[in-house]
């Protein structure tokens, strides 16, 4: 998904915090960068004659001075020491430092098209309190640039573009440059300049993301507080950057979108779908300044809750924004089912836990219904406000709540921040009965299990016109009570037709979800077995073609032979099966254990038979050889309009290359949370 540092850099032994950068920095397009730095030092305590920075080894230091004085330094790896005798107590030294970034890092790379630094990798660092940063970056002259804060100066001449991006205001990071040939296109809102920087393939997406930035700018402006920067950019940038499991970056001032994002065919990873999250990163953490440990809850889980709430506001629900149905739903009940779950408040690189943006999401989701909704709107605001341009945590934000709330939350933020488990409830005892003309249902909600949770759960009776609810609360009291099992009773005139425990699943709980495509969403590792009995090559190439694109999205993936296959390579958690009974003879020894059947060469789906060679099955089951794995068989009747394994909203898809024909999701009955009353009850 996405990807933001805070100050993820150790902070040396240094006594020193650094207040300011004013940096060129040359880019040749060659590989190579060269800067000159003056960095501008606040002493916060005595040195002992020794200053010690960060910076990376691939930099080289060509000199280090102080009033025109050259310094003395000393290099130990990432750390460049300089004899301090600095007597002031703001002291500006500047670094002329050149280096190579032809192969590049994880995070940065110059190459002949694109330029992509990530300043804090190249720059001398040490502990952050950004007052004001200037990065002057010359670029071949028909290149465009984005860096970090406002553009307040900019020419071209025969052989450069150079360009001035200034922040006058506190940032909790340097964040990133890119520079390429784009096309740029801009478009003005309410004083802000929306800009879109994409590849000339995607260009075509220019006008609608300069218009759907300048909406949500201006939503979550007025939601939390007002945006800080006089411009807000969309750059395009290649896949590599930070790893696959990356779908975009935010930056002070703009948003890194991987080109992945503008290509795919998958809705839910589409620059339009994700792009209101990625905004909200210019307030969490980018305007509120976070503690890294709280990241996961207050920086990803709050931007997600946000691009929901913009979401719901402009009328574009989609699967993302459902937290009930949502496909990383049933990702994160498994992972908590293996026992691979962590806490959500910890320092995590946030990139491998992807379902840890629906749980954040959910938690916030929760809050609101504890608070009310109206109570939780004020709360993002009155936080946003007291700690703007501060560095604030969890404390801070329970202290706001709970003021709100009048009463203590202290107990629900330790449930579901600290602890790796959620609650399994279960409704039983269901009793009917008709006292006059009216219906009285009563029964027993109650947790399962030693782990203790507290929560209200509301209980729908719901007839075929009407429902009625009540709401309980299980787990400690206001006294310390702790009771695990509680009545509910609901009186209607109408009979009802079934029970069902929290209906709109507000709650994040256990629940018996049928196994969906969507499930491949969490990016894992997959195990690809494709049938050797024929059309061998084909199945390959379609196999292959399969696990570039799931590459892409995260996942590592390993193709193997139906012939080479053992035991233990089925037992695992992810088993792609492809081919037909007649082409890999797993599938033909294991085709039995999937709900639809071939005969022959064809498919019964729905009462037709289905033998089109230009059609594609696919479907998911529970994996049979492996508790809380899944099973998926790609089943290709032809191979001349290749389908694509995608992560469907679906159990079962019949797909004529794009198209989708025909799909299903396997029906499950959840007898813990829904009481089907029986006729003649
Ligand atoms: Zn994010």
């Not at 005595?46 to 000393?74: A, M, Y």
Request: hydrophobic share 40%; proline share 4%.
């Amino acid at each position: 998904m996405c990807f933001v540092f805070a100050d993820d850099l150790n902070d040396c032994d240094s006594l020193q915090t650094v207040i300011s950068h004013k940096v060129k920095i040359i880019i040749n397009p060659v590989g190579f960068f060269s800067y000159c730095d003056t960095v501008k030092l606040k002493n916060i305590s005595n040195n002992n004659g020794r200053l010690c920075l960060k910076i990376s080894p691939i930099v080289t230091i060509k000199s280090i001075s102080h009033n025109d004085e050259p310094l003395e330094f000393s290099r130990e790896r990432e750390k460049v020491f300089v004899k301090d005798n600095f007597s002031k107590e703001e002291n500006e030294i500047i670094f002329e430092c050149a280096g190579e970034l032809g192969e590049g890092t994880e995070f940065s790379r110059i190459a002949r098209n694109q330029a992509i630094i990530r300043l804090e990798e190249i720059i001398p660092s040490t502990i952050i309190n950004y007052k004001f940063v200037r990065v002057t970056l010359v670029i071949p002259s028909n290149w465009e640039s984005v860096g970090p804060g406002e553009m307040v100066y900019d020419t071209v001449d025969q052989n450069n573009h150079i360009s001035i991006w200034q922040c006058d205001k506190p940032i909790p990071m340097l964040g990133w440059v890119c520079a390429a040939e784009y096309s740029r296109f801009q478009h003005e809102n309410k004083g802000i300049l929306f800009t879109t920087l994409l590849f000339a393939d995607d260009s075509v997406f220019s006008s609608q993301i300069a218009k759907l930035s300048g909406n949500v700018i201006q939503y979550f402006g007025e939601k939390f507080v007002p945006y800080r920067f006089k411009n807000f950019t969309v750059v395009e940038v290649d896949n590599w950057v930070a790893g696959n499991s990356v779908l975009a970056i935010a930056s002070p001032g703009f948003v890194m979108v991987k080109k992945f994002a503008f290509t795919t065919e998958d809705k839910f990873n589409r620059v339009e779908s994700i792009l209101a999250h990625e905004i909200a990163h210019q307030w969490w953490p980018l305007t509120v300044f976070l503690y890294d440990e709280d990241l996961p809850f207050l920086s990803e889980g709050l931007c997600e809750h946000s691009a929901r709430w913009y979401n719901k506001f402009s009328g574009q629900e989609s699967g993302r924004d459902s937290l009930g149905n949502h496909p990383l739903l049933r990702p994160l009940l498994l992972k908590i089912l293996r026992g691979e779950d962590t806490p959500l408040r910890q320092k995590k690189d946030m990139r491998y836990s992807q379902t840890h943006y629906l749980k954040g999401a959910y938690i916030h989701h929760m809050l609101q219904d504890i608070i009310d909704e109206r109570k939780a709107e004020m709360l993002y605001k009155l936080y946003a406000q007291k700690f703007y341009e501060k560095k604030t945590n969890i404390y801070d934000f329970i202290t706001i709540a709970e003021s709100l709330a009048g009463k203590k939350l202290d107990w629900f933020f330790d449930q579901w921040l600290n602890r790796t488990n959620i609650p399994r409830l279960k409704i039983y005892n269901v009793k009917l009965k008709l006292n006059g003309n009216i219906w009285i249902c009563e029964g027993r909600v109650r947790l399962l299990g030693y782990e203790k949770f507290s929560t209200f759960a509301t209980v729908r009776a719901e007839g075929k016109n009407s429902y009625k609810e009540d709401t309980v609360f299980i787990g400690t009291d206001i006294e310390g009570r702790y009771n695990n099992d509680t009545p509910f009773r609901i009186e209607m005139y109408e009979k009802p037709q079934r029970i069902i425990l929290d209906p709109l699943n507000n709650i994040l709980k256990f629940r018996k979800l049928p196994p969906k495509l969507s499930d491949l969403r969490e990016p894992s590792s997959g195990t690809m077995i494709i049938g050797t009995k024929n059309n061998y090559d084909s199945l390959r190439k379609f196999a292959e073609r399969d696990s570039v694109e799931m590459t892409l999205a995260g996942w590592v993936i390993r193709i193997i032979t139906d012939t080479s296959a053992t035991l233990s390579d089925l037992q695992r958690s992810y088993v792609f099966l492809y081919g037909t009974p007649v082409q890999n003879q797993l599938v033909e020894s294991n085709q039995g254990k999937f709900p639809f059947k071939f005969q022959g060469d064809s498919l019964i789906i729905n009462g037709e038979e289905v033998s089109d060679v230009s059609l594609t099955f696919i479907q998911v089951i529970d994996n049979p050889y492996l508790e809380n794995g899944l099973l998926i068989w790609i089943a290709p009747f032809g191979f001349d309009v290749p389908a694509k394994l995608l992560p469907y909203d679906a159990s079962w898809i019949l797909l004529k290359g794009k198209e989708e024909i025909a799909k299903g999701i396997w029906e499950i009955y959840d007898e813990d949370l829904v009481f089907e009353v029986k006729s003649g009850f």
